[in-house]
């Protein structure tokens, strides 16, 4: 299962999420690589994640079969720019679709923001709402069965820990380190339930966050993550998603996110790049306060943000003790990708 959240307060809406990377039968290993994005803006009032089935294969008396989505049925009528009441429509079209299990969380504007959900066939059980400091959110618990509590305790623990408040950079900040922290617990995790560890679950919850930020805006779509269709991707072929340095390491995905935010500090299509660059600083400072990669690399990407987006950023003091030289004789202790190749996700 993936993962979305639905955030707002009186001034903005955020859906956010995970993607998902593949297609087919990935325990038989029959699969084909493709990116699904499961966040998506509308128009400038509404936008949704979704979650769940929303496709099934109809069959046939030759023995062939009909793949019914109704997800793209879907997604064509809501970028009909004649389908004006879209909330209207998914309200009317997705209860009671047959053969799926299907769910949207939307944030639709009208006078105020409005954050809910639509199911095909009433079950709610793994979606929950909660207030933190201002903000309302709605999301799923993807490990519902093993510990209900878990997303929900990342987000209070997170903002607690980091003192967050309501406003927009806050909040992104929030939303893009909860997702990024689950996926890069690779494809299990470990989860307390009651003070006993269960390791081993399976976390179906990839790929790379991505984030639509709805301010009533007719002009911005506010889309925060890439198109990945250049050679400075995340899914190239040296670190597709099914590699083992991926699986094994989460540094290829903090690299990868942060190149994400600073991309889009001068996406001319955002109306929001004042407040990413809030979120850039403060997703610096929390990768060198939790030493999830060295500083010596954090300063190499801190002088390519600043050289290839006009920014100012101060490089932080270097260890200069000898394992840390050694370090970076090596190339990250030897065994993974040296500098080089993570300065190219810039």
């Known amino acids: ?97 047959p053969n799926i299990e299907a769910t949207a969380i939307y944030v639709a504007k009208d006078k105020a923001y409005k954050l809910d959900c639509v199911t095909s066939d009433g079950n709610t059980k793994t979606i929950k709402n909660i207030k933190v400091q201002g903000k309302s959110l709605m999301f799923n618990e993807p490990f519902f069965d093993t510990n209900p509590n878990f997303v929900e305790d990342l987000i209070r623990e997170f903002c607690e820990s980091h003192k967050l408040s309501d406003n927009l950079q806050d909040t992104i900040f929030l939303l893009n380190n909860v997702i990024l922290d689950i996926i890069t617990r690779g494809k299990t995790l470990s989860l307390s339930v009651k003070n006993v560890t269960l390791t081993g679950i399976p976390n179906s919850v990839g790929g790379y966050v991505t984030m639509q930020v709805l301010l009533g805006d007719v002009h911005h779509r506010n889309c925060l993550h890439n198109a990945y269709l250049d050679p400075k991707v995340f899914l190239d072929g040296t670190t597709f998603p099914f590699a083992r340095s991926v699986d094994h390491s989460n540094k290829t995905n903090y690299v990868d996110n942060l190149a994400m935010i600073a991309r889009n500090t001068n996406n001319s299509s955002n109306s929001i790049t004042n407040e990413l660059k809030e979120v850039l600083l403060k997703q610096i400072e929390f990768i060198n306060s939790e030493e999830i990669f060295g500083t010596d690399l954090l300063n190499e990407l801190i002088e390519r943000i600043n050289d290839n987006f006009e920014m100012k950023l101060v490089k932080y003091p270097e260890d200069k003790s000898s394992n840390a030289l050694l370090t970076g004789f090596l190339g990250d202790d030897g065994t993974e990708e040296n500098h080089e190749y993570y300065k190219r996700f810039f």
């Open 1 to 97: 299962m993936t993962l979305i959240i639905g955030c707002i307060t009186k001034e903005f809406g955020i859906i956010a999420g995970d993607t998902q990377l593949s297609s087919g039968d990935l325990a038989r290993g029959e699969f084909d690589r493709l990116i699904q994005h499961k966040v998506q803006q509308y128009g400038p009032n509404f936008m949704m994640g979704i979650l769940g089935k929303w496709s099934f294969i109809d069959p046939m008396k030759d023995g062939t079969g009909t793949l019914i989505d109704f997800h793209k049925t879907l997604q064509k009528a809501l970028l009909n720019s004649e389908n004006t009441n879209k909330l209207d429509f998914l309200n009317k079209y997705l209860p009671g679709k």
